[in-house]
């Protein structure tokens, strides 16, 4: 089998029941979805820290889950969905873990920090990107999964307390934005 089949020099990808461009709203989407699957990747790979690396590997599996998804030529909600609300339940508990094994913010924080943080940093952004990049095509097309809208803001609040975990984890101080207010005080610990 040859990795190149030559169907795409024309400007058009294949997706399940069809062809569309590739600079269609869905397939944008689907290659931002691969974007941030390589920078989780990237990350992992930057991590000494069993415990998010495993996590990361479960959120890898669960990406491509929101391509399959969403890799129909008509979103509808008939078609078999591979993405549940189990994982966004999962995405929540562990946010709500990594929070306590982080020290207290009061403020917006700069994205970076060690190595591995940065990458986090950078799933985060790719994650919001891919959350209005499926807005932008639920409005232009129609209906798909539900919830893998949650799923992805769920998924972007994960990695920016994994990245913070992470520069715990490494003894890297998180650095506040210092012309900013206090807006984290719900994020107070109890003394």
């Known amino acids: 089998m040859k990795i190149y ?3 795409g020099d024309k400007g058009k ?7 569309l461009p590739k600079h269609d709203s869905q397939i944008e989407l689907l290659g931002t979805i691969d974007e941030l699957n390589s920078f989780v990747g990237l990350a992992r ?11 990361l590997l479960k959120i890898q599996h669960e990406l491509f889950d929101c391509g399959s998804d969403l890799s129909y030529i008509q979103l509808d909600n008939n078609q078999d969905k591979k993405l549940t609300d189990e994982e966004t339940s999962w995405l929540e508990k562990r946010v ?24 986090l ?33 769920r998924l972007s609040d994960y990695f920016f307390v994994a990245a913070r975990a992470a520069n715990a984890h490494h003894s890297t101080s998180d650095i506040e ?8 005080r719900f994020y107070e610990k109890e003394e």
């Open 5 to 7: 089949t030559k169907q």
């Open 13 to 19: 990808t294949s997706i399940i029941g069809g062809r």
């Open 45 to 55: 790979a930057e991590l000494a820290y069993p415990e998010l690396e495993h996590e």
């Open 96 to 119: 709500d873990d990594w929070m306590d094994k982080t020290p207290p913010i009061k403020r917006f924080i700069l994205p970076g920090g060690s190595k591995a943080a940065s990458t």
């Open 121 to 153: 940093h950078i799933c985060r952004t790719m994650a919001r990107k891919a959350e209005r990049q499926l807005t932008k095509c639920l409005d232009e097309k129609g209906v798909a999964n539900p919830i893998i809208q949650k799923y992805l803001n």
């Open 177 to 184: 934005y210092i012309r900013g207010a206090d807006v984290f």
